[in-house]
């Protein structure tokens, strides 16, 4: 008991900045799915085929290498970022390329005559997503985009490696000063647990309501 | 208000429009028919630039449908369209499918546009169903929402694409009577169809098309009666009872 009262202030601290890190990644990268899965879905030329580069880089390689190219290789470039920025931009390229792919997958999946339909009313590309094509396709959306965020939050603990320390780090460095390893690192456990175990849920249960959903379509 | 002139439109290889030319006037209602793979559905899809087209020209209500410089929306807003397969929006109600152009394109205050969109569906015989949603009506009821949310821009034409060729046989008729009455009340209608008893009540002119050209253009009397082309007569051997 008495070391979890040692840990606990250390731990928050930690915890602080996953969590920025966490809802920084989430919401950008969300930004970045949406926008790049109209882009892919559309086609957009350019555009489109250079994220298609960038998502395929992203899946074939370790996360951690994109880290350490944003924040080892950029200032060759003259692109200097900080250890925060360079794991906040690295978790928005990694979980934004797969988002992209989540949303585009979404949008596809939309019956055609949907966008005919939308299109013969005159509305604009932009009303179109908003008003018929995206309500429709957030039911195939929203279930892995949940699994992806769990993703996302695990993936943050890569990022202690550019030496930031969020709350793996912290732990890892609690232990090395000799505080009680089983203990430390059971509350960091606990502590993404209790922030991924609700998505992974609310995950399943939105896939199990799709799929009824889609049954009876 | 429409002018199809030497349109040619190709997917890949395949020739599916071939100098095709006709015009439609003000308040007159064309049928226009042939075997399936004609390219019946292509023309009409290509008079608001569903589809693009890759020689000619297609002009409504003077408006250049396929120059780069218009912008096609100009022209959607004027043109409505009615799909064999409906597609009305499933997560909208009638009323909301209705009023969605309006609003958004048309940028009509809410109240007004659902004004508008329940006497349409007084008239298409559903104001009942203003608040249920598409998948809780029938094929017959979906595919007058449908007419009515086109109607709801207040377009000047209206395209059907087979609008009663996914319908059971008993909802055909409650289809067909809201464009019969559409079209008793002047508006320009192009109907892709094979309901030759629609055809001969309220079509001005039929078209037959086939293998992407037009090759009979006649009012009704004449083209049920005295074809003058061979192809024409056996599309029509085919089709009616004889
Ligand atoms: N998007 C497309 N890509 C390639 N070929 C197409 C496409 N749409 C139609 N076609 C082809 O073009 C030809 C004309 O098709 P279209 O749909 O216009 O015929 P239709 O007269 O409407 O036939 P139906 O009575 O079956 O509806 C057909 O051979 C069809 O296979
Ligand atoms: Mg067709």
């Given amino acids: ?217 | 208000m429409i002018t199809v002139t030497k349109v040619n439109k190709w997917f890949g290889k395949l020739h599916v429009l071939k100098d095709v030319s006709f015009n439609v006037a003000k308040g007159e209602v064309i049928v226009i028919c042939g075997v399936s793979g004609s390219g019946k559905s292509t023309l009409i899809r290509c008079i608001n630039g569903l589809e693009k087209i890759q020689g000619g020209t297609i002009t409504v209500d003077s408006m250049n449908v396929h120059d780069p410089k218009t912008d096609i929306n100009l022209v959607r807003k004027e043109v409505g369209m009615v799909f064999q397969s409906f597609n009305l929006f499933p997560h909208m109600t009638a009323l909301e499918n209705l009023t969605l152009g309006p609003r958004e394109v048309r940028k009509m205050p809410k109240s007004q546009a659902d004004q508008i969109g329940l006497e349409l569906l007084a008239r298409v015989g559903l104001a009942d169903k203003a608040h249920s949603y598409p998948a809780s009506l029938s094929g017959g009821q979906q595919q007058r929402v449908a007419i009515a949310r086109a109607l709801a821009m207040q377009p000047k034409v209206m395209l059907f694409d087979e609008p009663t060729s996914a319908l059971d046989p008993e909802m055909i008729k409650e289809v067909l009577d809201v464009m019969i009455q559409l079209a008793d009340d002047g508006m320009t209608m192009l109907v892709v169809t094979h309901e030759m008893g629609f055809a001969r009540k309220v079509a001005h002119r039929i078209i037959f098309i086939d293998g992407g050209t037009i090759v009979e253009e006649a009012p009704p009397d004449a083209f049920f009666t005295e074809p003058t082309q061979e192809r024409t007569k056996r599309f029509l051997e085919q089709i009616l009872p004889v």
Avoid at chain 1, 10 to 23: E, N
Avoid at chain 1, 37 to 63: C, D, K, N, Q
Avoid at chain 1, 173 to 193: D, I, N, S, W
């Fill in chain 1, 1 to 217: 008991m008495e070391v979890v009262l040692r840990v606990t202030p250390h731990l928050i601290q930690g915890i602080y900045l996953t969590l920025y890190l966490s809802i920084a990644g989430m919401v950008l990268s969300l930004l970045v799915g949406f926008i790049g899965g109209m882009i892919r879905s559309a086609r957009v030329p350019l555009l489109s085929a250079l994220w298609g580069v960038h998502v395929a880089f992203v899946r074939g390689t370790p996360f951690l290498l994109l880290i350490f190219i944003i924040y080892y290789v950029l200032p060759a470039f003259g692109l200097r970022l900080g250890a925060q920025s360079s794991g906040v931009l690295g978790l928005v390229l990694h979980e934004g390329a797969y988002m992209t792919e989540i949303v585009k997958g979404g949008i596809d999946a939309v019956d055609r005559g949907q966008d005919e339909a939308a299109k013969a009313l005159g509305l604009t590309y932009m009303q179109k997503m908003r008003h018929v094509i995206l309500p429709q396709a957030i039911r195939l959306i929203l279930p892995p985009l949940a699994g992806q965020f769990v993703l996302l939050v695990k993936a943050t603990s890569v990022v202690s490696l550019i030496g930031i320390t969020e709350v793996t780090r912290v732990g890892q460095q609690l232990t090395q000063r000799g505080e009680h390893t089983f203990v430390t690192f059971g509350m960091v456990a606990l502590f993404y647990f209790l922030i991924c175990y609700p998505l992974v849920r609310f995950s399943d249960q939105m896939e199990r309501k799709f799929s009824k959903w889609l049954e009876t379509a």
